[in-house]
Antibody, heavy 123, light 113 residues
Framework: EVQLVESGGGLVQPGGSLRLSCAASGFTFSDFWMHWVRQSPGKGLVWVSRVNGDGSSTIYADSVKGRFTISRDNAKNTLYLQMNSLRAEDTAVYFC????????????????WGRGILVTVSS | DIVMTQSPDSLAVSLGERATINCKPSQSVLYSSNNKNYLAWYQQKPGQPPKLLISWASTRQSGVPDRFSGSGSGTDFTLSINSLQAEDVAVYYCQQHFSAPPTFGQGTKLEIK
């Protein structure tokens, strides 16, 4: 059974840092791109970042570029999101998400989501 | 960035009736070299993460009831839900993955009338 379990969220002051982790199980982690997607309270889905299978390629939304860093440890089956210089507008539930990879070709469609972790940026 | 506009923002449909949700990308998401539309649909129930329903505009994921169907091409797409069931109450999102960054529609809230 595919499982994605996020951790590391919480309350942080503006300008602070937080590192989210996502423990993956039930599939060959290194075969899949992984994404972070966020959802502000009562709002819609916003894609944040993506990393390829071996961690060599990453892309970011403009709103987080230069502040957030996505990475992965395939030996530990874990995805990370290092978030620095946090702002109030970064307050959201952050979802760890597995890319849909039909025939081994991964995309920016998500076929499995974690339950999400809340990050609150407030003084 | 491609802007995804869904309509309506919310709708109420009677049990057993048909619900239709529209999605319009600001530019075509049809890739001419493979004739595929880079458009997906998700369902998000309250307190849950989203669930992928449809990929490539019209391909239902395994386990998704056949009352859900996707159609359209280019800049005009539709998610239809036939014979609406109580468990279909959710917010539905379209997403394009034609170009980076991938973008979602604002969501359509589906309720029972």
């Amino acid at each position: 059974e595919v499982q994605l379990v996020e951790s590391g969220g919480g309350l942080v002051q503006p300008g602070g840092s937080l590192r989210l982790s996502c423990a993956a199980s039930g599939f060959t982690f290194s075969d899949f791109w992984m994404h972070w997607v966020r959802q502000s309270p009562g709002k819609g889905l916003v894609w944040v970042s993506r990393v390829n299978g071996d961690g060599s390629s990453t892309i970011y939304a403009d709103s987080v570029k230069g502040r957030f860093t996505i990475s992965r440890d395939n030996a530990k089956n874990t995805l990370y999101l290092q978030m620095n210089s946090l702002r109030a507008e970064d307050t959201a539930v952050y979802f760890c998400a597995r890319a849909y990879c039909p025939g081994g070709s991964c995309s920016s469609v998500v076929d499995f989501w974690g339950r999400g972790i809340l990050v609150t940026v407030s003084s | 960035d491609i802007v995804m506009t869904q309509s309506p923002d919310s709708l109420a449909v009677s049990l057993g009736e048909r619900a239709t949700i529209n999605c319009k990308p600001s530019q075509s998401v049809l890739y001419s070299s493979n004739n595929k539309n880079y458009l997906a649909w998700y369902q998000q129930k309250p307190g849950q993460p989203p669930k992928l329903l449809i990929s490539w505009a019209s391909t239902r994921q395994s386990g998704v009831p056949d009352r859900f169907s996707g159609s359209g091409s280019g800049t005009d797409f539709t998610l239809s839900i036939n014979s609406l069931q109580a468990e279909d109450v959710a917010v539905y999102y379209c997403q394009q993955h034609f170009s980076a960054p991938p973008t979602f529609g604002q969501g359509t809230k589906l309720e029972i009338k």
